[in-house]
């Protein structure tokens, strides 16, 4: 079964400084991996994916992530933190020719100004 | 304007107290699915459609109940609440050109209390 791990409940980074959030999948085939982000009181938003291809792939508000097959991690980075990037940070992984799409626990971000 | 709309977006009622939470979009798309949202356990699928009359069970769809007689809709029924479903309720939806790559657009969450 595919799966998602996230072990940090919450990271805390000074504003300026670089923000990082991991994430480590298990799957039996090649994944497809995601990064959504929730603001307080709304629903979940995507900053981007991994399909194939490019193992470092840039998504939405400076956000990127690098697939790392051989420690089955797509971690979350961001070179700057601001304060309006405080949010709770899912990723996500479905297997090809599976339906399902298996989220992590969550991350929350707190950037200190 | 693309969008995944839920109601109610809060919701109180009692154990037993049949309710139905609603899911439309207007992106035409044929994947939808329902999670749920808990402190500490992230998202947890709880059905999911591939498209009209087409469901399936996710991770953890007991107490819980769908239907897909149309594209845009797919409402989440419970039958009888208890308290431990007492949760953050999310539908979201993707288009299914691309085999299941795209992302989903989410609804703004039903916040669903049952005492």
């Known amino acids: 079964a595919q799966s998602v791990a996230q072990p940090e409940d919450q990271v805390n980074v000074a504003e300026g400084n670089p923000l990082t959030v991991k994430c480590t999948y298990s799957?039996?085939?090649?994944?497809?991996l995601f990064w959504y982000v929730q603001y307080p009181n709304r629903g979940l938003q995507f900053l981007l994916k991994?399909?194939?291809?490019?193992?470092l792939v840039k998504g939405s508000y400076g956000f990127e992530a690098e697939f790392n097959k051989s420690q089955t991690s797509f971690h979350l980075k961001k070179p700057s933190a601001l304060v309006s990037d405080s949010a709770l940070y899912f990723c996500?992984?479905?297997?090809?020719?599976?339906?399902?799409?298996?989220f992590g626990k969550g991350n929350q971000v707190v950037v200190i100004p | 304007e693309a969008q995944v709309t839920q109601n109610p977006r809060y919701l109180i009622t009692v154990t037993g107290k049949k309710l139905t939470v609603t899911c439309s979009q207007n992106m035409n798309h044929e994947y939808m699915s329902w999670y749920r949202q808990d402190p500490g356990l992230g998202l947890r699928q709880i059905y999911y459609?591939?498209?009209?009359?087409?469901?399936d069970k996710g991770d953890v769809p007991e107490g819980y109940k769908v239907s897909r007689k149309e594209k845009r809709n797919f409402p989440l029924i419970l039958e009888s609440p208890s308290p431990n479903q007492t949760s953050l309720y999310f539908c979201a939806s993707v288009n299914l050109k691309g085999g299941l790559t795209g992302e989903l657009f989410f609804g703004e969450g039903s916040r669903l209390t049952v005492l």
């Open positions: 991994y399909i194939t291809g490019d193992n």
């Open positions: 996500a992984v479905r297997v090809y020719g599976n339906n399902r799409l298996a």
């Open positions: 799957v039996s085939g090649n994944p497809y």
């Open positions: 459609s591939m498209n009209v009359e087409v469901t």
